[in-house]
Antibody, heavy 121, light 107 residues
Framework: EVQLVESGGGLVRPGGSLRLSCAGS????????MSWIRQAPGKGLEWVSG????????YYADSVEGRFTISRDNSKNTLYLQMNSLRAEDTALYFC??????????????WGQGSLVTVSS | DIQMTQSPSTLSASVGDRVTITCRAS??????LAWYQQKPGKAPKLLIY???TLQSGVPSRFSGSGSATEFTLTISSLQPDDFATYYC?????????FGQGTKVEIK
């Protein structure tokens, strides 16, 4: 059974940093691209960042480019999102999602339950 | 960037109704379109990809159609478990946007 479990969310002040993790199991982690997708309270879905299965290629939404860094450790079956210079508008539930391909097909067949990030003073 | 627009934003329907949700792209995305279902407090679930291909395990009452800029998600006979919010998403072009969502409510 495929499982994705996010951790690392919490309350942080504007300008602060946070690192999210997503542990994958039940599939060959290195064979699939992964993404982070967020959902602000009461709002829709926004793709944030993605990484290919090998980790060689990374992609970012304009809204987080230069502030967020996606990475993965295939030996630990874990995806990361380092978030710096956080802003109030980054407040959201952050989902990690498994892609259907090793490259960025951007079709997400499994999702975690999400990790809540709140940016507030 | 491509913009995705869903209609309606909210839909009230009864169990057994046939329900249709529309998704329009601001430019052609061929058939690179997916549909997701999200229930309150839960993660989204993939229903359909490539505009009309049903994801494994998804009931056959769900179907998708369309190409280029206009797409539909149809639920042939609405069931109690189907009351949720539905999102389309194009995956032809970065930044792979989602529509704003369509909430299906109990009438």
């Amino acid at each position: 059974e495929v499982q994705l479990v996010e951790s690392g969310g919490g309350l942080v002040r504007p300008g602060g940093s946070l690192r999210l993790s997503c542990a994958g199991s039940g599939f060959t982690f290195m064979k699939y691209a992964m993404s982070w997708i967020r959902q602000a309270p009461g709002k829709g879905l926004e793709w944030v960042s993605g990484i290919t299965g090998s980790g060689a290629d990374t992609y970012y939404a304009d809204s987080v480019e230069g502030r967020f860094t996606i990475s993965r450790d295939n030996s630990k079956n874990t995806l990361y999102l380092q978030m710096n210079s956080l802003r109030a508008e980054d407040t959201a539930l952050y989902f990690c999602a498994k892609d259907s391909s090793s490259t960025m097909a951007v079709v997400f067949d499994y999702w975690g339950q999400g990790s809540l990030v709140t940016v507030s003073s | 960037d491509i913009q995705m627009t869903q209609s309606p934003s909210t839909l009230s329907a009864s169990v057994g109704d046939r329900v249709t949700i529309t998704c329009r792209a601001s430019q052609s995305v061929s058939t690179w379109l997916a549909w997701y279902q999200q229930k309150p407090g839960k993660a989204p679930k993939l229903l359909i990809y490539k505009a009309s291909t049903l994801q494994s395990g998804v009931p056959s009452r769900f179907s998708g159609s369309g190409s280029a800029t206009e797409f539909t998600l149809t639920i042939s006979s609405l069931q109690p478990d189907d009351f949720a919010t539905y999102y389309c998403q194009e995956y032809q072009s970065y930044p792979w946007p989602f529509g704003q969502g369509t909430k299906v409510e109990i009438k």
